[in-house]
């Protein structure tokens, strides 16, 4: 692949330093000089996952092949956890520990990752980790939009040569399209997937309609057990089930770049540890090619494993939650948690839980970027998530 400067560049104010306009996911290039760049790396302007798999992996993913088509190239999948977890990590604190051996290893020289702010918990402030300490203090989720390569630049005046970056698919495709510019002898990618991601705004809005006490959270995660798992400062959980989300007062939460993404399960990152292809307490571990392997080896002593698994059958599912989510359906309370109870006990499990997932939020991405953006409709929607989306039947 080839990269050529945009001749704009050099040109652009910092109004519209953000060429993604409505799209941008704030992944944090156009903080840089690599902004000039933009028109070829940016995930929302130019698609190219196919290509960018080539490249990281040495193939892109066989659409003939089931686990390839959801979930990318892959060599090795199982779930994990670690036997001693890391208080206050996201789940058992896969990544950071990874993050902390390739650094004490000698493997890298400096990690980019996201802590919050000192005034706001969920406001993220990415940096460069060159200690154990600060990489710790970036553990548990910011469920928001981060500007995790607004530091590339000081990767290059730092001198670096050997670097981890962790990061969500977004700011991964990105990375990847502009990695030969950064003059690294080795670069290492760990990944989480990543969905429905919100302003800071945004999530304030949705803590407001859907937690008892928005001020107390301090972790929420949409769990395999259909509902959003709360943590409030005194320890407690609140437990509100998906189908009871006020979906009327949140349809338009989401950043408009998350309801146009397709790279749910960060294709392009060498190692990628999630938790929605694993039985619920235990994460997801995607192993994409031998950078990865070497990465989670740093760890094997740390966690325990067991095989994936797959049960039950999503489509139904799926088909029925389409005009739901359109129709912005919201049930009683009662009712939800009664359907809530029910798909718990007969719902897809495991990797079917994970299809479930992909395909609910594909068949809406799409049906967003073909309402709002019909001219990028083409270009921008890899071929693997038109094959999924072909399934099914969608409203106009
Ligand atoms: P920890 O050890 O707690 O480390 C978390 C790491 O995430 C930190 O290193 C930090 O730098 C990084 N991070 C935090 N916030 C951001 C951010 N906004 N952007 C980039 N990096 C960030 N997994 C699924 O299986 N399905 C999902 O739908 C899903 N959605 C996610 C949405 C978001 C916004 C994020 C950040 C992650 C999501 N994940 C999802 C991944 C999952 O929630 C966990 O992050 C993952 O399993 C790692 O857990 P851990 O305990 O090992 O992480
Ligand atoms: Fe720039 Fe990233 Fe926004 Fe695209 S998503 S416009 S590359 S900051």
Request: hydrophobic share 35%.
């Amino acid at each position: 692949m080839t990269l050529v400067p945009h001749k704009k560049a050099k040109a652009l104010k910092p109004s519209s330093r953000r060429p993604a306009k409505e799209l941008c996911s704030e992944c944090g290039l156009c903080d840089t000089h690599y902004i000039h760049y933009v028109k070829e790396a940016c995930a929302f302007i130019n698609q190219q996952i196919p290509e960018l798999e080539e490249q990281t992996h040495g193939r892109s993913r066989d659409l003939d092949k089931s686990d390839d088509l959801y979930f990318g190239v892959s060599q090795d999948m199982m779930a994990a956890r670690k036997t001693e977890p890391i208080a206050g990590a996201q789940w058992t604190g896969i990544v950071s520990t990874i993050a902390i051996e390739m650094l004490t290893h000698g493997l890298v020289e400096g990690v980019i990752c996201v802590q919050n702010t000192e005034d706001d918990r969920f406001q993220p402030k990415p940096i460069i980790a060159t200690t154990p300490e600060e990489i710790l203090a970036a553990r548990v989720n910011k469920p928001t939009l981060s500007p995790n390569l607004s530091v590339l630049e000081l990767v290059e005046q730092s001198g670096m040569k050997r670097l981890l970056v962790i990061g969500v698919g977004c700011q991964i495709q990105a990375l990847r399209a502009v990695e030969k510019k950064l003059g690294l002898e080795k670069l290492y990618v760990l990944g989480t997937p990543c969905t429905d991601n919100v302003t800071r705004a945004g999530l304030q809005k949705f803590l407001d309609t859907t937690s008892r006490s928005p001020k107390t959270v301090v972790y929420y995660e949409f769990m395999q057990d259909f509902q959003v798992h709360f943590k409030h400062e005194d320890g407690s959980t609140e437990l509100v089930p998906f189908f009871g989300l006020k979906t009327n007062q949140l349809k338009d939460v989401f950043a408009p770049s998350c309801l146009s993404c397709f790279d749910y399960v960060n294709s392009l990152a060498d190692l990628v540890v999630g938790y929605m292809g694993a039985p619920f307490g235990w994460q997801w571990i995607v192993v994409r090619n031998d950078r990865g392997q070497e990465m989670l080896d740093l760890v094997q002593d740390q966690i325990e494993t067991q095989p994936v698994m797959s049960k039950g059958d999503r489509h139904q599912a799926v088909q029925q939650s389409i005009p739901a989510y359109d129709k912005a359906i919201t049930l009683p309370m009662w009712a939800a948690k009664l359907m809530g109870v029910v798909i718990e006990k007969i719902g897809p499990k495991g990797l079917e839980y994970a299809r479930f997932s992909i395909d609910s939020h594909f068949t809406r991405n799409y049906l967003y970027v073909k309402r709002n953006y019909p001219e990028k409709l083409e270009q921008h929607v890899p071929g693997y998530a038109k094959r999924i989306i072909e399934q099914y039947k969608l409203p106009e």
